[in-house]
């Protein structure tokens, strides 16, 4: 048997891609055996009356070592 956690973390970047990239790579500086990115919430900053940015709500679940 194996227990998982998860935490919610705030991502931006260029692309919905890159904010996906972005959230996983920081998040795996301190996390080991992560399992999935459930991107819960998306948000497009606008600047200048184009998008600028994304912002993304995910949930990450990792394997906890016991």
């Known amino acids: 048997m194996s227990i998982a956690k998860v935490i919610e973390i705030h991502s931006e970047g260029k692309t919905i891609e890159a904010a996906t990239n972005a959230a996983l ?4 500086k301190t996390i080991d055996e992560i399992r999935s990115l459930y991107i819960e ?20 679940t990792f394997v906890v070592k016991h």
């Open 25 to 28: 790579l920081e998040a795996s």
């Open 41 to 60: 919430d998306i948000q497009a900053i606008v600047k200048d009356n184009k998008v600028d940015n994304y912002r993304i709500n995910a949930k990450i």
